[in-house]
């Protein structure tokens, strides 16, 4: 089982940038919850977004909600995280998480992405 995160680099301030997470290796993708968490330098790896089965069913930490938006691919087994009007408080290395429960703790998550770096400058 593998996830891997890419979409990552230097952004400036107000732009966007778009994270993907391709899986390899589940038998059913589609039953997982899949989540991003993000760590800056320093500090704890942090919940930013998770979604269900589809589409239908989100969430956001409270710093994101109106600017990122999380979905997924099942057909090709991938999860997007589309962040826009990032700020430098956004820079961080993002993970994309895979679980069997649609939960915010990190520690739930059975499967990790390597993780991949935005930057936002100012």
């Known amino acids: 089982v593998q996830l891997q995160a890419s979409g990552g680099g230097l952004v400036q301030a107000g732009g966007s940038q778009r994270l993907s997470c391709e899986y390899s290796?589940?038998?059913?993708?589609?039953?997982?919850?899949m989540a991003w968490f993000r760590q800056a330098p320093g500090k704890e790896r942090d919940f930013v977004a998770r979604?269900?089965?589809?589409?239908?069913?989100?969430s956001y930490t409270d710093s994101v909600k109106g600017r990122f938006t999380i979905s997924r691919d099942n057909a090709k087994n991938t999860v997007y995280l589309q962040m826009n009007s990032l700020n430098p408080g956004d820079t961080a290395v993002y993970f994309c998480?895979?679980?069997?429960?649609?939960?915010?703790?990190?520690?739930?998550?059975?499967?990790w992405g390597q993780g991949t770096l935005v930057t936002v400058s100012s």
């Open positions: 290796g589940f038998t059913l993708f589609s039953r997982y919850f």
């Open positions: 998480a895979a679980a069997t429960t649609y939960t915010t703790l990190p520690r739930a998550y059975d499967y």
């Open positions: 979604i269900g089965w589809s589409d239908i069913t989100t």
